[in-house]
C-alpha cells in the first residue's frame, strides 16, 4: 500500500493529532515514531480512527537516514515534521540534537523522495522576535536557542537541495495533552499558588486550538501557494495574560492575582522564588506578529478559528481532569459547571442520570468511577464545593445540592458516601418526589466517631502533606493509585483546612441526621463495609460487604454496582 504522507514525531501531542486528521482525510499515513507504535495506535483507535491506512514505522530523527528503510517509500508526496524536544532544562547538545541536527535530516529524507510535494516543518512561535536570528543559548535557554538555530538550518538546507518547504510557527497549542508553558500558569492558578502575575499589563500569551492547527497543516501540501511560504498561527483575540488568568479563574471558581511582577525582576529573583524556570520568561513578551497570510491561506481552505474563549475553557477542563499530565482523563463529558452559586466539578449527565453519586472525603467525584463504570446506566457526580478539584464555596452544601439537581428529569437514585450522606439526606426529606431511591454507604453519622485525623491540632499540616501511600495506610485501602488525585487536591490553598473543617463539623450533626433518618419518605438502604459497621443494629435494609472498610467503592466495586443496579431496576418497577 502506498503511503502519501510521513509524519515525524507522529507520537507526540501535536504528531498524534495530525495522524488522525490526515486519516479522516483518506491519506495512507506511515507514523514516524521513536519507539513502539502500540500507544499511538491505541490512541487512534479510542478517537474511532480506521487504522487500516496506517503504517507505524521506528525512526530516529538524530541518525543518518533516520533509521528507516531504504524501500518502499518512493511514493510518499508530503513530509511533516512535528518532532521536537520541548523542555526547559536541557543541554544545549540535548536540545540541539533533535530541535537542530535532526530537522535537518529530515529536510534531507524529504529531499530524496522522487515525488516529494512538500515539506511542512513545525518551527517556533518567537522566530521574529528580536535577536531570532542570533541565538544565545546562554541568553534564550537550551529550547528556544535550538529551535531558532534550527529554524535557520532547515531553511538553509531546504534551499541548498530544492525542497518546497512551508514552515508553520503556532503559539501555545491548546488543547488535550498541552501541559508545559502557560499550563503551568493554570496550574499554579488552580492551586491557589499563584501569588503574582509575570511581567506587566500587555504581557502576550496567545494561543491556537489543537484542531485548528492540524486541519491547517494538512491543508498546506495542497495549497501551491503556500510553499516557501511562513505562517504565524495564533488567535489575535486571546486576551493580554492578566485578562487570559482572570478569565480561567473565573471559570474554575478560584482567585485570580491582583498583583504583577515585572520580567526583569523575575529574571533577578532566584528559582525558588518564583517557582518559574527561567527559561519561560523569554515568552513573556508584548511582542505581536502578522498573521494576515495565514488567515487569508486558513479562508481559501475554508478554515475557521473557534472562538478563544471556549478553547481557553475547554482546555483549563482538559488539564484539570488529567491533574495537569499526572493521570488519564475520564470519559466526557467533565468540566467546571456553574451550580447554584459555585463553580463546580461535573462529570457526566446533569439531565437524565440513573443514578447521581456524591462523594465523601477527602476523596473526590472521582471514587465513585469505578462503581459508575460497572452501573450500565447514565450516571452524574460532582465534587462538592470547596473540595476536590471545584472552586471555593459560595452557598450551604444543601443548596449547592439543590442546584446541582435541578435540571434533572425524573427520579434518578441518590448515592452518597460518608461526609455527603447528611446533605443527601436532606434533599431526600425536603424533595422525597425527585429521589427515586436513597444509599447511604458508610453513612459517617451511623457509624462510630472516627479520631481520623480531625482532633489532632496538627491535623491540617499533616493531611496537606500527606503521600498517597500514607493516605492509603490511614484509610486503609491498597496503595494501587486511586489516591492521587485526593491528594493533589489536598495541595491545593485551604483545601486541606476545609477538609478538617468539615468533618468536625459533620460530627456535631449527628444526632439530628439520626433522628431525621426515620422520616424519609422514599426507599432508603444502607451500605457499609464489614470492617466499618454501623454503632448498632437499624431498622433499615443494611447491606454489609465483607472484608471492605469505610471505602467499599474503592474496594469492591464490583458488589457496590450491583446493589446500585438492583436498587434502579426495583425503583423502575414501583
Known sequence: MPVNSVVFGAGGFIGRSLVLELLGRGEEVAAAVH?????????????????????????????????????????????????????????????????????????EWAAARPRL???????????????????DYARDGAYEASKREGDAAVRGRARELGVPLTVVNPATVAGPGQYVGLADLVGQLWRGRLAALPGGPDVFLPVVELGYLVRFLASLPGQPESAEGTYWLLDEATPALPGLIAFLAEHMGVPAPRRSVPVEVLKRLPRAVTKADPETLSFLSTDRYDTSSARSLAESAGLEMPPVHEVLRRWADDLVASRFGLSPAPAPPYGFQQVGADRTWVTGDREAPDHVFLHGLPVDADSWAPVAARTGGRTLAA???????????????????????????????????SYSCGPALRYALRYPDRVGALVLVSPAFLQPASSWPTRSPLAVPVLRTMSAERLADSLGLPHDGSLDGAVANLRRAGAALRVVAALRSAYRQRGPLREALGQVACPVELVVGALDPLEEPSSLPVTEI????????LTHPDEVAALLVAVRERTAAR
Open 35 to 107: 519507539g513502539g507504535g502500540d500507544r499511538l495506535t491505541r490512541w487512534l483507535t479510542d478517537r474511532g480512527a480506521a487504522t487500516g491506512r496506517l503504517t507505524v514505522l521506528t525512526a530516529d530523527i538524530t541518525r543518518p537516514g533516520l533509521g528507516l528503510p531504504e524501500q518502499g517509500l518512493d511514493e510518499v508526496r508530503d513530509v511533516y515534521n512535528t518532532a521536537a524536544r520541548f523542555a526547559f532544562g536541557m543541554s544545549p547538545d540535548e536540545a540541539r540534537a533533535v530541535n537542530v541536527t535532526g530537522a535537518v535530516r529530515v529536510a
Open 117 to 135: 510535494r512538500r515539506l511542512v516543518h513545525i518551527s517556533g512561535y518567537r522566530m521574529a522576535a528580536a535577536g531570532a536570528d542570533r541565538p
Open 383 to 417: 465534587d462538592l464545593p470547596g473540595f476536590g478539584r471545584s472552586g471555593l464555596p459560595r452557598q450551604s452544601h444543601d443548596a449547592w445540592l439543590t442546584a446541582l439537581l435541578a435540571p434533572v428529569r425524573g427520579r434518578p437514585v441518590l448515592v452518597a458516601h
Open 546 to 553: 465483607a472484608s471492605a472498610g469505610h471505602y467499599p467503592q
